[in-house]
């Protein structure tokens, strides 16, 4: 997992954090409404919900709203991010766009995948998303 362990309360606080931020989706053709909340190095935490377009492919899904705003407010180092939707019986993690995105930086986060009512499972970027295309592939590190 990460590099850098996370007590349990800033995990509940993650997770409630995106739990909000589901609320606050703009989802009116899906209905799938999609919260994430990124802790940054640092300790803040951003948030991101979906927002759709009647053009469904320039819909911008939660993980990637919360990686703009965090890239926006200054942050480039991240431990962990939650994500949530609506399912109720398994647990879902981000689409493969969203997984590259974050790959960008780094591959060490911790992924919290939650379910509606609060409870998640653990697992990280590495194992989402492996043998990934990254920025070391271009010669930076």
Known sequence: MAAQAIDLIRVKELVAKCLEARKMAYCPYSKF???????????AIITG????NASYGLTVCAERT????????????????AVTCDIKDHF?????????????FGGQWVVYLTKPDGSYKE???????????????????
């Open 66 to 81: 919360a990686i703009q705003r965090a890239v926006v407010e200054g942050h480039r180092s991240f431990t962990a991010i």
């Open 92 to 104: 879902v993690g981000p689409c493969g766009a969203c997984r590259q995105v974050l790959m960008e």
């Open 33 to 43: 409404p999609v919260g994430a909340a990124i802790l940054t190095a640092d300790g």
């Open 49 to 52: 919900c979906n927002v759709e």
């Open 123 to 141: 697992t990280s970027l590495e194992e989402l998303l492996p043998l990934p295309f990254s920025p070391r592939h271009l010669g930076k590190d």
